[in-house]
Nanobody, 124 residues
Framework: QVQLVESGGGVVQTGGSLRLSCAAS????????MGWYRQAPGKERQFVAA????????YYTDSAKGRFTISRDDNKNTLYLQMNSLKPEDTAIYYC?????????????????WGQGTQVTVSS
């Protein structure tokens, strides 16, 4: 049974930083591509960032480029999202996901596993 558990969310002021973590109970974690997504109230879930199984390739939505960094520690089976220069529009529930196929993570179609989410609130 695969389980993804996010943590690290909270309330931060505009311009502040947070680091989200996603602990994965996955056999052969390094064989899974991983992604971060977010869903604001009344809006659809959207892609934020993804990283391939080797950690060599990363992908970001335009709004995350230059401010967010996705990384992984395969020794700890953990995915991270470092978020800097946070803005009120970054307020959302943040989810991590895992899939052997990077295309599924990038398109959000048929993703195998999702976490339960962690709330990030950026106050102005």
């Amino acid at each position: 049974q695969v389980q993804l558990v996010e943590s690290g969310g909270g309330v931060v002021q505009t311009g502040g930083s947070l680091r989200l973590s996603c602990a994965a109970s996955i056999r052969s974690f390094s064989s899974y591509n991983m992604g971060w997504y977010r869903q604001a109230p009344g809006k659809e879930r959207q892609f934020v960032a993804a990283i391939d199984g080797s950690g060599a390739s990363t992908y970001y939505t335009d709004s995350a480029k230059g401010r967010f960094t996705i990384s992984r520690d395969d020794n700890k089976n953990t995915l991270y999202l470092q978020m800097n220069s946070l803005k009120p529009e970054d307020t959302a529930i943040y989810y991590c996901a895992a899939d052997p196929d990077i295309r599924r993570l990038l398109t959000m179609i048929g993703v195998d596993y999702w976490g339960q989410g962690t709330q990030v609130t950026v106050s102005s």
